[in-house]
Structure formats: structure tokens, C-alpha cells
């Protein structure tokens, strides 16, 4: 059930090795995580919760509205992108930066890998594939079935891809840089949500009126960073497109912010 700082299932105990509701509430709160979770609970005593949660494995927080999300990964994320923020890794040459950004994503830089094969030459590098979903591994084989995301593929199987290009390091699931058409929606209709029912880490949305500057914004569109780069950055056309992909919704709030 919907995880409200209570517990209340009746006959049900709470395990003794486990932290108290109140306490991984508390936690998930303290690490910004302001979303309804749920907790997964194992083993034959506990059976009605794990009927009620449905949960993939033991101990697992869940992200209740979009339980595609693997949230322990998707806040390392963050984490990352505000450590390199910190360091100036999201300013100079965009080959450096555009690392940076598929390493904070969890992602390996695999440029010369054949595409389904873990290619990741193109993320952040278009205006589309600029969100950094991370993804339970048990939904990264879902498909675009029946045109769900408009503009995309119906069989788009990136399941493969995504287990070869993430970074074990970064926390259980994987990552992939999806593409952020529909992400002007509200509630959004791209292909983390919808597809892959997953909430993002971040999108990198470029700022008008040049263009020629970055925001990453996370799921609720708020700033966590900022970025300046130089060299051979996407072109200005790709750039433009990125930011009038996403008008209209939440994730254009910031960048509207960073030009003025």
C-alpha cells in the first residue's frame, strides 16, 4: 500500500530487522525523495503485505505511482550530478561534459558499440534522448506497444542495450537516456513514464534565448544543475528543438529561469 509514514494492516507484524515505517520514511524524505512509497516485505509470515505490494524483492522501496522506477539508483543519480556540478564538470568541452552527463546517469560511454548493443553515441548528444531513466531491470524489456508514446517506435526493444551500457556501481536496475517526446505533457507521456512507468533522475533542457547553456532538472522540473559547455556542442537547431520539446510542461520552468 501507499507508504504515509504508518503501517496499518491488521494481525500484521512489523520485522524486528527492519527499520520502523516513521524511520524509512524519514530517510527517503531526507534524501529528497518526496513521492508515496511502498516497502516490500518477504517471507510466508508476512504474506499479506507482499500481497498488497507486489513487490519485486525484499526490502525494496517502490515508487507507488510509478513502480518502474529504481529509486535507490535514481537518487544516486542526483547525487552524482551534484557532486560533478560542484567540481565544474558540466562547463568546457562538451566531449568532457557530455562524459560527465552519461556517467552521472550511470551510464558507460560506449560510442563505437553497434546500436541494441549498449551504443550510447547518441544520448545527450540530439535534442531527444536527454533523459536519464533509471529503471527496475524487470521493466527494461517493455515495449512501445501499441503506440502508447506518440513519435516513437512501437517495437523498440532496448532491454539488452540497457543492461550492457549501465553501471552496476550506480545501484540495483539499469539506465538509458530516453527520449523526452510527450515530456511536455501533464502528467508527462514520454517513454519513461509511460513505457518504462519509471520517473527520471534528470533531463537536460537547453536555455534560450542562445542556447548555448544547460539546465538538468529532475522529475518534479526542479533545478539540480547547470551546465556551460563549449567545443562541439549539438547543433543549434537540435538545441532549439530540445527546449520547445518540453514548453508548456514542468520541465521548462527552470530553463525559462536560467534566461533571464
Not at 154 to 174: C, H, K, V, Y
Request: with cysteine; charged share 20%.
Amino acid at each position: 500500500r501507499k507508504f504515509d509514514g504508518r503501517f496499518e494492516a491488521p494481525g500484521m507484524l512489523w520485522p524486528s530487522n527492519l527499520p520502523s515505517p516513521v524511520a524509512l520514511r524519514r530517510g527517503a524524505v531526507a534524501a529528497g525523495l518526496s513521492i508515496p512509497l511502498i516497502i516490500g516485505l518477504s517471507g510466508t509470515r508476512h504474506s499479506a503485505a507482499l500481497a498488497m505490494t507486489t513487490t519485486p524483492a525484499a526490502h525494496e522501496v517502490v515508487d507507488a505511482e510509478y513502480p518502474g522506477t529504481a529509486v535507490a539508483r535514481m537518487l544516486a543519480s542526483r547525487a552524482r550530478v551534484k557532486e560533478l556540478a560542484a567540481r565544474g564538470a558540466f562547463d568546457g568541452d562538451w566531449g568532457d561534459v557530455r562524459r560527465n552527463l552519461l556517467y552521472a546517469a550511470g551510464l558507460k560511454d560506449l560510442p563505437n558499440a553497434a546500436p541494441g548493443q549498449g551504443y550510447t553515441g547518441h544520448a545527450f548528444n540530439d535534442f531527444n534522448h536527454v533523459d536519464a531513466t533509471t529503471m527496475r531491470l524487470d521493466v527494461a524489456d517493455f515495449n512501445n506497444d501499441g503506440g502508447k508514446v506518440p513519435g516513437i517506435a512501437t517495437n523498440n526493444p532496448l532491454g539488452n542495450g540497457i543492461r550492457i551500457a549501465s553501471l552496476p556501481e550506480l545501484g540495483p536496475g539499469g539506465s538509458w537516456s530516453t527520449c523526452l517526446l510527450g515530456s511536455n505533457k501533464v502528467p508527462p507521456h514520454d517513454v519513461a513514464h509511460v513505457q518504462f512507468q519509471s520517473r527520471i533522475a534528470f533531463k537536460l533542457v537547453w536555455a534560450p534565448p542562445e542556447y548555448d547553456k544547460f539546465v538538468l532538472v529532475d522529475d518534479d522540473g526542479k533545478e539540480l544543475a547547470r551546465g556551460n559547455p563549449t567545443g562541439r556542442v549539438p547543433p543549434l537547431y537540435e538545441r532549439q528543438r530540445n527546449y520547445l520539446a518540453v514548453q508548456g510542461g514542468k520541465y521548462d520552468i527552470a530553463a525559462h529561469a536560467r534566461a533571464k
